[in-house]
């Protein structure tokens, strides 16, 4: 049994059928992609293998648990992390506030009047480390707000990381980055994937294309192919596109 | 849950689509007659001019609409007597890009049977966006093969007016239905749909390809 399975998940809204039928497997230590053109039910499917949604049918079982429909946070308590589309920081705070906020116990402990939480060294080197980790060290005093966005969301990915999660979703962490930002991007997801099992859902193929160990691709809320990056582009039409000739080079 | 064998996958039985206008002098506005049979899996490749009844016939086919005369067989099961929500796991029709599903409802669902299958048999693709820079194409004809290898029968419209339309056609398709002003004519391969006159006359220069 894989790691992470979904099975036969639907999701509807109304006479919106957004989830078809997706069966999806996800290995420990690897890094998983999701792919699909606009409306093809990218951003639902990721909302109900987190928790945010219940399914209207099918199940999903991380590391043998069955989590169907359990409540978001019970399921970051078994150590699924995600990020969000839209960013989710506390902009006045700095960054290594941020962090601290999401490192385990830290607010259990903050409510306690005999804790010291700034004289907290261990939480503090923790939260560095986080920092270090993706990239921000030397940005840890300053406020989330005036961080860069590619910062921001390389911030973002800190907070997920601070869980110490299993396993870690990222939804199309490329949204609004330009061609820098994203190679930057892609540089630290490809430091991360080293130590973290992830899966990324993303419109841009590229970006996929060049991390991922699996793809699947998703359309019509179904699985319409999986692959390894070079068995999706050794298809015919793949290679007549741009995303062939991006691929080749 | 499995169906008997012999029973062909799509069996159209009579079926008569007629639009009026007016309430006493009733004047007919569109009809759409089809009669036939398809027994195995197969991808059918649907073409025809706008306005000819390519749509009215996949609502017909997937029970969202209502026809004046006739039945539509999926599996064995007569899909106008299926409950409403679960029609799509005989037929399923799927629009350009979203995906809503609605039914004209003529009786309370309780009425109504359960489908014989839990994954659709027919999958009706209704001019789905083909975008040949993204390389999703090749994506999506995986699709098809794999539904037909999967015992499901395809049918994908096209209204080519594009050469990559007609290469996606040729790729994926088997056999061919052609609609026009609501009557169905049928081809066993691309060849023989290009001996008809009417469809010559509908690709034009994209004949050639």
């Known amino acids: 049994m894989a790691f992470f399975e979904a099975t036969h998940l639907q999701k509807r809204f109304g006479d919106q059928v957004v989830l078809e039928d997706i069966t999806l497997s996800f290995e420990a230590d690897q890094l998983s992609g999701i792919m699909g053109p606009n409306g093809a039910g990218k951003s639902t499917c990721f909302n109900v293998l987190t928790g945010h949604y219940r399914p209207d049918g099918g199940s999903v079982v991380f590391d043998g648990k069955d989590i169907t429909g359990l409540e978001p946070r019970k399921i970051a308590g078994l150590g699924i992390a995600r990020s969000f589309q839209i960013m989710t920081l506390f902009d006045e705070f700095s960054a290594i506030d941020n962090i601290m906020i999401a490192l385990r116990g830290t607010v259990t402990r903050a409510f306690n009047p005999l804790y010291d939480l700034p004289g907290d060294s261990t939480t503090m080197d923790k939260a560095a480390d986080v920092l270090a980790k993706v990239g921000l060290k030397g940005r840890e005093l300053e406020m989330a707000v005036n961080l860069p966005y590619g910062e921001r969301r390389a911030l973002e990915i800190g907070v997920a990381l601070a869980s110490e999660p299993r396993l870690l979703f990222l939804d199309e962490p490329t949204q609004g980055l330009g061609v820098d930002g994203t190679a930057r991007l892609a540089d630290l997801i490809g430091e991360l994937k080293q130590s973290y099992s992830i899966v990324i859902i993303e419109h841009d193929m590229k970006f996929l294309f060049k991390l991922a160990d699996k793809i699947s691709v998703i359309h019509w809320g179904q699985v319409i192919t999986e692959g390894s990056p070079d068995e999706l582009r050794a298809n015919e039409w793949v290679q007549e596109s741009q995303l062939g000739e991006a691929a080749s080079c | ?209």
């Open chain 2, 1 to 209: 849950m499995s169906t008997p064998q012999n029973t062909p996958m799509l069996h159209v039985k009579g079926l008569r689509k007629i639009y009026q206008r007016g309430l006493w002098n009733k004047e007919e506005t569109f009809r759409l007659e089809a009669d036939f049979q398809i027994d195995k899996p197969q991808v059918v490749g649907v073409m025809g001019p706008n306005g000819s009844g390519k749509t009215t016939l996949f609502e017909l086919i997937t029970g969202s609409n209502q026809p004046t005369d006739g039945e539509v067989m999926c599996a064995g099961q007569n899909i106008h007597n299926v409950k409403y929500r679960e029609r799509d796991r005989l037929a399923i029709h799927y629009h350009q890009s979203y995906q809503v599903r609605h039914f004209r409802k003529t009786k309370p669902s309780f009425m109504m049977e359960r489908p014989v299958s839990d994954y659709p048999m027919v999958h009706l693709f209704d001019e789905p966006q083909f975008n040949t820079q993204d390389g999703y194409i090749g994506f999506m004809l995986d699709f098809f093969k794999r539904l037909r290898a999967e015992g499901r029968l395809v049918f994908l419209c096209v209204h080519p007016n594009e050469k990559f339309h007609v290469k996606i056609m040729r790729e994926a398709c088997e056999s061919y239905i052609f609609v026009q002003k609501g009557q169905l004519s049928f081809a066993d391969d691309y060849d023989n749909l290009l001996e008809n006159p009417d469809v010559q006359n509908y690709l034009g220069a994209l004949a050639a390809y």
